[in-house]
């Protein structure tokens, strides 16, 4: 039983020591997607960045991970694993706790061209309401999103 106690507080003190980590490892591969979204937005312009955008099988799709993206207004133009949210505006729609972080992500994208925004949705993989953190930025009149579960 001692060396059950033992092991068992080595892995929750190594799992605490991981878990910061891992979370900011999830929070730069979002931010990375958005920017390599934002890089295909320059390249190949708006219509064809939305057309991938909202492509469920594209390549801005990484298990739960997944870009999304917002007019100036607010208003959903693209969304690859909602095809539903597209063309409304969800400014005011608050997550479970009553958070309004659309918009809050962005005010501050317009106040400071990129956000970080913590709230709970429903994560598409495992179907439950998770807490998650997204990073936005502005490219143009588009607003890019990509956020990851903790």
Same mark, same amino acid.
């Given at each position: ?13 190594? /799992?605490? $020591? @991981?878990?910061? *980590? ?8 979002? =931010?990375?997607?958005?920017?390599? !979204? ?44 909602? /095809?539903? $949210? @597209?063309?409304? *505006? ?8 009553? =958070?309004?972080?659309?918009?809050? !992500? ?45």
């Amino acid at each position: 039983m001692k060396k059950f106690t033992i092991l068992f507080s080595v892995f929750l003190m190594a /799992a605490m $020591l @991981v878990s910061p *980590n891992a979370a900011k490892a999830a929070i730069d591969e979002a =931010k990375a997607m958005v920017e390599k !979204a934002e890089a295909y937005f320059q390249a190949n312009g708006k219509e064809k960045t939305l057309q991938e955008l909202n492509n469920p099988k594209g390549e801005f799709v990484k298990g739960d991970l997944y870009v999304f993206a917002y007019d100036a207004a607010g208003t959903v133009i693209a969304h690859p694993v909602n /095809a539903k $949210l @597209v063309g409304t *505006n969800t400014l005011e729609v608050p997550d479970v706790d009553g =958070k309004l972080w659309r918009k809050e !992500a962005m005010e501050k994208v317009k106040k400071d061209g990129t956000a970080v925004v913590d709230y709970k949705f429903k994560n598409p993989v495992s179907g439950k309401v998770e807490q998650k953190t997204t990073f936005f930025k502005k490219a143009g009149d588009i607003v890019f999103g990509c956020g990851t579960y903790k």
